[in-house]
């Protein structure tokens, strides 16, 4: 039973690019959150998708990011025009129906570099 | 503002000894609390949760105990191996608005289990 899986690991971007991140969720998880570390620094949350469905985005900068978790594919998060403030590790975690706990099971992360 | 705290940035004890984590919350609408190991360079891995209603949960060798009044938990390691030596996290969940489950984490203490 394959985890989460996150790709690419590793992504190096210029200034202005864009970075698209990618996450798999566990099988029969219909739950995926995305989480942002700086260096030094716990998990920050940033948005809570189910399937074509935003739930939450109380963590997600006002502008440049957005998230998509479509019917069919991964869960994407985009950053447009990358600045070097964005250069962190992205961790993307799913949890399966809500049955009480909330445990949530984190893929390995991409980890951004913007120069 | 920092809704779950851990003090100790890093903490060493010896290989067959305890090793106690500690936790401070400030939110009293946190009702699930967790435990998350993380290797460098690797995604944070699920260790144990504990809800409100209850003041210990146990599995193996980690045991996680809530002081709900003084909105404290700690995680203790016994006996502590090499294999112990990792970034922990303490992770918090509830009264989100929405039906969220975002979790909020502190900042991580690094155990090192000397041999």
């Known amino acids: 039973n394959a985890g989460v899986m996150q790709n690419p690991r590793h992504l190096v971007r210029r200034r202005g690019q864009e970075a698209r991140l990618r996450c798999s969720p566990m099988?029969?998880?219909?739950?995926v959150y995305w989480y942002r570390q700086l260096p030094e620094e716990g998990l920050k949350f940033m948005v809570y998708?189910?399937?074509?469905?935003?739930?939450?985005e109380s963590g997600m900068p006002k502008e440049r990011f957005s998230a998509e978790f479509p019917k069919e594919g991964p869960s994407i998060l985009r950053i447009q025009q990358v600045v070097r403030g964005d250069s962190a590790a992205y961790f993307c975690?799913?949890?399966?129906?809500?049955?009480?706990?909330?445990?949530?099971?984190f893929g390995p992360g991409t980890r951004l570099t913007v120069t | 503002d920092q809704q779950v705290k851990q003090n100790s940035p890093s903490l060493s004890v010896q290989e067959g000894r305890i090793s106690i984590l500690n936790c401070d919350y400030t939110n009293s609408m946190f009702d699930y609390f967790l435990w998350y190991k993380k290797y460098p360079a690797e995604g944070p891995t699920f260790l144990i949760s504990?809800?409100?209603?209850?003041d210990k949960n146990e599995d193996g060798r980690f045991t996680v105990f809530l002081n709900k009044s003084a909105k404290h938990l700690s995680l203790h390691i016994v006996p502590s191996q090499p294999g112990d030596s990792a970034v922990y996290f303490c992770a918090a969940s509830g009264g989100n608005q929405g039906g969220s489950e975002k979790l909020v984490f502190g900042k991580g203490m690094k155990l090192t289990v000397n041999p």
């Open positions: 975690a799913s949890s399966p129906v809500r049955a009480g706990g909330y445990e949530q099971y």
């Open positions: 504990i809800s409100s209603i209850k």
């Open positions: 099988k029969g998880h219909s739950h």
């Open positions: 998708l189910q399937k074509e469905n935003i739930i939450d």
